[in-house]
Nanobody
Framework: VQLVESGGGLVQPGGSMRLSCSVS????????MSWHRQAPGKDRELVAT??????????DYADSVKGRFTISTDISRNMVHLQMDTLEPEDSAVYYC?????????WGPGTQVTVSS
């Protein structure tokens, strides 16, 4: 099982960024996938989750990102994306992708997102 995030970097406040998570070892369509973030000195927090496919897809978001972030899956490429719009300095953190298989979490190494002018 392997998860690898990409797409992080520096963006100005109000800007957009898309994170991607490439997954191998299991199908993103069959398990709960999620994005988490951890800022310096703070606990890791859940940002968004997605479970299911097509008409049976369920998503959920932290209140702090609702209406700004969108989680999605690309079944054909076995990837998970996080579209982040209207970014704020408070969104700066290391972002992690996670897959949960039969209750066991698998994490990627993370990608840094910095929102600053």
């Amino acid at each position: 099982v392997q998860l690898v995030e990409s797409g992080g970097g520096l963006v100005q406040p109000g800007g957009s960024m898309r994170l991607s998570c490439s997954v191998s070892g299991f199908s993103v369509s069959s398990v709960e996938m999620s994005w988490h973030r951890q800022a310096p000195g703070k606990d890791r927090e859940l940002v968004a989750t997605i479970l299911g496919t097509g008409a049976y897809t369920n998503t959920d978001y932290a209140d702090s990102v609702k209406g700004r972030f969108t989680i999605s899956t690309d079944i054909s490429r076995n990837m998970v994306h996080l579209q982040m719009d209207t970014l704020e300095p408070e969104d700066s953190a290391v972002y992690y992708c996670r897959g949960k298989i039969l209750g066991t979490p698998y994490w990627g190494p993370g990608t840094q997102v910095t929102v600053s002018s």
